[in-house]
């Protein structure tokens, strides 16, 4: 059966492929399973109806008979488990693999969006400037301490993961930071998932949407 | 096997029960299966040893023959996967749970963490009277959309799932800034958790490190 996964309307980034459907249509590009895609504006995700699919209002949710799900590290967990291609098979490396997708979003994310967030909301307020060395430092000591265990390898757990997968989505919200250039290693991580011909269609058919629109690109 | 996960030798929180290794003791509990505990300084954390087994030098980390985890998320739903009692055995509930496990850490958490950490790190600095509003208020969107989820049910998935375990943890944050007693029926949510035989069995034991400190309790 084919999934049915939401994506925004109007792109908030321009299409850099920063929204989080990057991801769920990343794992399904990985694993090989089509999907369809149904756009919701901003005050759709706010009505009861997005609602009843997704309780905080966002994207991306995804639907697979009577299963709707939301939160994209649950999606892209729940295509993981179900399709060879993004964790591995031996129970631990498999395990660890998770470990990473939690990494990612709960330790990795949060002070990164937290300094994109900054930018966002409080760029014009007088305390702006004043917070942004503590903001940029707690970035960097999670990318000192995520760089100190990649070492010299292509992926964290030696082969391509869905843990690979959310970390490096993650990271790629630092672009036009400066703070990536700082740790080669991880810049050329991001590359390297950047370039995986999953990742590359996944960001054009994201990318074909903002294109789409009048006044797009 | 027993396993053996990591907590703080030194509770920062003076045992209130929000050190991370509480997701995992309660995890623990609800399955029935004992584990050991090895306490570690804060110097230690960030020390090449524990370095070893977590990335990120936190506790708690889980260790089980030649497994080595880190990240509470993945820890719990490494319990819950192989223990009944913590994950619905229907797939598509089991997925929904799992999702609960990803919204609480990932979309509940952040909001009320950085309010937290504002109030630790930035108490004392000029704009944090005027930062304050902000902060309450991401944390009041996210409440009044999980309360409006929850409704008059007792659990999110109608019964006790790990997802509920870690929703709880991370809304206990919030004692004493009143933000939760403004939505009655998450607050009663939390306390159905604490009272469950599990919580107050983790509970106690997290608690009994701090009281045998000297200067402890």
């Known amino acids: 059966m084919t999934p049915t996964i939401t994506a925004f309307e109007a792109s908030p980034d321009r299409g850099a492929g920063l929204a989080r459907d990057m991801r769920v249509r990343w794992a399904l590009e990985e694993v090989g399973q089509p999907y369809a895609v149904r756009l919701v504006s901003f ?5 009861p109806a997005h609602r009843a699919l997704h309780p905080f209002g966002q994207i991306p949710t995804y639907e697979e008979g009577d299963l709707a799900l939301f ?3 649950a999606i892209v ?5 179900r399709h060879p291609g993004l964790l591995p098979e031996e129970p631990n490396a498999r395990s660890r693999a998770i470990a990473w997708m939690f990494a990612a979003l709960d330790t990795v994310e949060p002070p990164i969006w937290d300094l994109d967030l900054a ?3 409080e760029g014009d307020k007088p305390w702006h400037a004043a917070r942004q060395p503590m903001l940029e430092d707690r970035v960097r000591q999670r990318l000192g ?4 265990r990649l070492g010299g390898a292509d992926w964290l757990e030696g082969v391509f993961t869905s843990g690979d997968l959310l970390m490096v989505t993650v990271l790629r919200r630092l672009h036009g930071s400066g703070l990536l250039d700082e740790y080669p290693s991880l810049a050329a991580y991001v590359v390297r998932g950047e370039m995986r011909p999953a990742y590359r269609r996944a960001f054009a058919a994201q ?9 797009g690109s």
Chains 1, 2 share one sequence.
């Open 43 to 47: 005050a759709a995700l706010k009505q």
């Open 71 to 73: 939160e994209s590290g």
């Open 77 to 81: 967990l729940h295509i993981a488990e």
């Open 119 to 121: 930018r966002m909301v």
């Open 145 to 148: 301490e995520l760089a100190a």
């Open 207 to 215: 990318r074909a949407v903002f294109d789409s629109r009048p006044g």
